[in-house]
């Protein structure tokens, strides 16, 4: 049930016995939020040497390996780096 007394919303609970509420004074905060920041992504692109060229004229392709993975170097799925997948081969 709620009373307003002096413009004070107050509140009283009853069931045996009615307890007395004030809002005027709330209780103060057990806890608080706190960085909030968002997390760095731990994934992040570890690449390879280029592979030598295949050949000495006429346009080859070297390649290197890219890979997607924490500091463990385990690789896992390109969606867990930022950006999109890389292009393979170098022209």
């Known amino acids: 049930m709620f009373t307003s007394i002096n413009g004070q919303m107050k509140e ?4 045996y016995t009615c307890i007395f509420i004030s809002t005027a004074h709330p209780a103060p905060n057990a806890w608080r939020s706190c960085n909030e920041q968002p997390c ?8 390879g040497p280029w592979s030598e060229c295949p050949v000495t004229c006429g ?27 890389p292009r393979f081969g170098k022209l």
Do not use: H, Q
């Open 12 to 15: 009283y609970k009853c069931g």
């Open 40 to 47: 760095p992504n731990p994934y992040k692109w570890f690449v």
């Open 59 to 85: 346009g080859g392709i070297m390649t290197r390996n890219v890979t997607c993975a924490k500091e463990d170097l385990i690789p896992t799925s390109y969606e867990m780096c930022d950006g999109k997948p």
